[in-house]
Structures are given as structure tokens and as C-alpha cells.
């Protein structure tokens, strides 16, 4: 499978985004999809994960939610009360199967991951 992330820009503070994943080649039916983000200077750090069956998993504290359409090909991240700190280049990876928590948030566990997109929050 092949990642498109897209939906990065300039954010407000207190606005919300909107990022998507998109598979090419094949469903994410088998595989467990995460969303990671690395600011300038940082370490990559997981922020949420839908998993093959449907169920998610977040990064404490929450405010993400990932879903996932019902083709099962796009999965998409939410995030509200958008805040400076939240500036970082935002990466979806697939794994393929269910993986167990313990697993979810190390970025070496994906083998696919897309490109990046840049989400700027910035008045």
C-alpha cells in the first residue's frame, strides 16, 4: 500500500484541522494506520492509531480523533483547540494487521508511511 497525507496548511489557534490519509493500491482493511508528527528539532512523537478492526488508541492527552471511511481507504485525523505547539509535519504509517498497544506508538513497527504533511498554527 502507498500513503497520500494531505490537508496541512496555516492554522488558527483555537481552529481545528482536518488531515487525510489515502491509500493507493489497496484497502486498509488489513492494516492498522497511524498518525505521527515531528516538530522542528523534535523527536517524531505518535498522536492516534485505527487499527484493522476499527478500534483506536491516542496519545494522552486526547484531542485527535481518527476515523476511517467506509471504503476503507481514507483515514482521516481531527483535531481540535489547535494551539502553536501543534506546528509540526504530521506523517500517516500502515502496518499491516492489528497491532497491540505496546506496539502502536513506535514509528520502526511501520513500514509504509506517506509523505508528510506541514501544519503550521500561527495567528
Known amino acids: 500500500v502507498q500513503l497520500q497525507a494531505s490537508g496541512g496548511g496555516l492554522m488558527q489557534p483555537g481552529g481545528s484541522l482536518r488531515l487525510s490519509c489515502t491509500a493507493s493500491?489497496?484497502?486498509?482493511?488489513?492494516?492498522?494506520v497511524a498518525w505521527f508528527r515531528q516538530a522542528p528539532g523534535k523527536e517524531r512523537e505518535f498522536v492516534g492509531a485505527?487499527?484493522?478492526?476499527?478500534s483506536t488508541s491516542y496519545a494522552e492527552p486526547v484531542k485527535v480523533t481518527i476515523s476511517r471511511d467506509s471504503t476503507r481507504t481514507t483515514v482521516a485525523l481531527q483535531m481540535n483547540g489547535l494551539k502553536p505547539e501543534d506546528t509540526a509535519v504530521y506523517y500517516c504509517?500502515?502496518?499491516?494487521?492489528?497491532?497491540?498497544?505496546?506496539?502502536?506508538?513506535?514509528?520502526?513497527?511501520?513500514?509504509?508511511w506517506g509523505q508528510g504533511t506541514l501544519v503550521t498554527v500561527s495567528s
Open positions: 493500491g489497496r484497502s486498509f482493511s488489513s492494516y492498522t
Open positions: 504509517a500502515a502496518a499491516q494487521g492489528r497491532l497491540i498497544t505496546s506496539r502502536l506508538r513506535t514509528p520502526q513497527v511501520y513500514d509504509t
Open positions: 485505527i487499527r484493522s478492526d476499527g
